[in-house]
């Protein structure tokens, strides 16, 4: 955490500067978007769900846990709030061992990065993983030098809607939500962007299934870390130019 973008936080940079050059600040999911988390998070469901004497679930099934909060998906299994907490506790006692450590960071992400923060855009994390776990990914590959901010959930899930979480990272950092644009790979990033008024971009290499980040309305869907690249700094590059 030590890049400060130039502009917006410190030469009084106003509504009218931002038309000039677009958005300050681009919020990325982690799960399914910088990073694939597979290994760890289905192998830690199963952890939780053994554990419980609970029957295990098929690939689809757990796929559907990268990316959701953690509590709402075992609470979609039909548990009770302390089978939920159960299951949490359990999970999250395998994944502080071994299943953060079970993830790998998609091929040209890191390029992508280095690139958006020379632009400069501010970069964050907005993720529904608990912050401390999120800190410890995000630093183990060496993310970390070119974010401004990890926002991600609470520890006892008070803050885990994606919504939430976006809202958490722009007050942190002051930027108004005109200036920012969130950037993931399930409807839950989208439509978390347009609650608190974003606009987002969907990425096609994570968890979403066919068709979940059209119908939940993203504004722009990219196939590559590269082409997520073009589409921010192109947009940026044609509003500095005045085009
Ligand atoms: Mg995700």
Not at 31 to 51: N, R, S, W
Not at 144 to 169: E, P, V, W
Request: aromatic content about 6%; overall charge negative.
């Amino acid at each position: 955490m030590c890049r400060w973008p130039v502009g917006y936080w410190d030469t009084g940079r106003t509504a009218d500067t931002r038309t000039t050059v677009g958005w300050v600040l681009v919020l990325l999911d982690l799960d399914g978007t910088l990073t694939d988390p597979h290994e760890g998070i289905t192998k830690c469901v199963t952890y939780a769900l053994d554990g419980l004497g609970l029957p295990r679930l098929n690939e689809q099934a757990l796929r559907s846990f990268i990316g959701p909060p953690l509590q709402d998906q075992f609470a979609s299994l039909g548990l009770d709030e302390g089978g939920v907490d159960r299951a949490v506790d359990l999970y999250r006692e395998r994944f502080r061992d071994q299943g953060w450590h079970e993830n790998r960071v998609y091929e040209g992400v890191q390029e992508a990065l280095q690139a958006l923060a020379t632009v400069p855009f501010g970069l964050a994390v907005a993720t529904s993983k608990p912050t401390p776990l999120a800190e410890r990914i995000v630093r183990h590959f060496g993310l970390d030098q070119y974010l401004n901010l990890i926002a991600g959930a609470t520890l006892d899930g008070s803050r885990r809607a994606k919504a939430d979480i976006i809202r958490f990272a722009l007050s942190s950092l002051g930027v108004d939500p005109a200036d920012a644009v969130m950037v993931g790979d399930r409807a839950q990033d989208v439509s978390g962007a347009h609650a608190v008024g974003l606009p987002s971009i969907g990425v096609t290499w994570g968890y979403a299934e066919p068709g979940e980040l059209e119908a939940a309305g993203a504004d722009q869907i990219v196939g590559t870390p590269g082409a997520l690249v073009a589409a921010l700094v192109g947009r940026h590059d044609r509003l500095r130019d005045g085009e």
